[in-house]
């Protein structure tokens, strides 16, 4: 299958600080970028979508200001939690999309925010 | 009501048993059905996807869709303790936003 690389794995800032999250499809061009966010023992919640060259849709409820997406090719997506605290803390996960593998989604491996 | 409902476990079975794993869901719409596989900490891996109704076999795993009942299933044979990890439905109206259940953590021991 396709490989997503997320980049860090696990993070430690402190509250105040920003901090930004890369995820990279190796194999293939994604025509569409998700993050999602997810609290222990809980599932898989999409924060935002999106797609290469144009502005993200977030997910109601989500903060566009302090979770700031940028995605400037077609293998690149970044999320920059801005002014991070505590209650940030959480698993991040991308995933991306391909027309090339039938629209399947594929996903990184998520990165550890914890913000003191 | 949540659109997807799964029963978060654990299921703890011994090794060599068939396990079977669970989601219901409200929105007739819902075409796409996924099931993921999660280790601890780590991204989710497509284990099938599965477009309308029906059943698919890949290897160990199978994955059923009722769309009568609202009802998916994922069935593995022969359970090995690397089967261990929690297993996400997932499914949704077209390819773009998928919705979760909540996860079955599953124990396969020796």
């Known amino acids: 299958g396709a490989v997503v690389s997320q980049h860090p794995s696990r993070v430690i800032c402190k509250s105040g600080t920003s901090v930004k999250i890369e995820c990279r499809s190796l194999?293939?061009?994604?025509?569409?970028m998700f993050w999602y966010r997810q609290f222990p023992k809980q599932s898989l919640m999409l924060m935002a979508t999106?797609?290469?060259?144009?502005?993200?849709?977030?997910e109601q409820g989500v903060e566009k200001d302090k979770f700031l997406i940028n995605h400037a090719s077609l293998t690149l997506s970044t999320l920059t939690v801005t002014s991070a605290h505590p209650e940030d803390s959480s698993f991040y996960i991308c995933?991306?999309?391909?027309?090339?593998?039938?629209?399947?989604?594929?996903f990184g491996s998520g990165t550890q925010l914890s913000v003191l | 009501q949540k659109e997807v409902e799964q029963d978060p476990g654990p299921l703890s079975v011994p090794e060599g048993a068939i396990v079977s794993l669970n989601c219901t869901y409200s929105?007739?719409?819902?075409?796409?059905f996924m099931w993921y596989r999660q280790y601890s900490r780590k991204g989710p891996e497509l284990l099938m996807y599965?477009?309308?109704?029906g059943n698919k076999e890949d290897g160990r795993f199978t994955a059923q869709v009722d769309k009568s009942s609202k009802y998916i299933s994922l069935f593995i044979r022969d359970s090995q303790p690397s089967d261990s990890a929690t297993y996400l439905c997932?499914?949704?109206?077209?390819?773009?936003?998928?919705?979760f259940g909540t996860g079955t953590r599953l124990q396969v021991f020796p």
């Open positions: 995933s991306a999309r391909t027309r090339a593998a039938g629209e399947k989604l594929f």
């Open positions: 194999d293939f061009q994604a025509t569409t």
């Open positions: 999106s797609n290469e060259g144009s502005k993200a849709t977030y």
């Open positions: 929105n007739s719409a819902f075409q796409y």
């Open positions: 599965t477009y309308s109704s």
């Open positions: 997932a499914m949704s109206l077209n390819t773009d936003k998928l919705i």
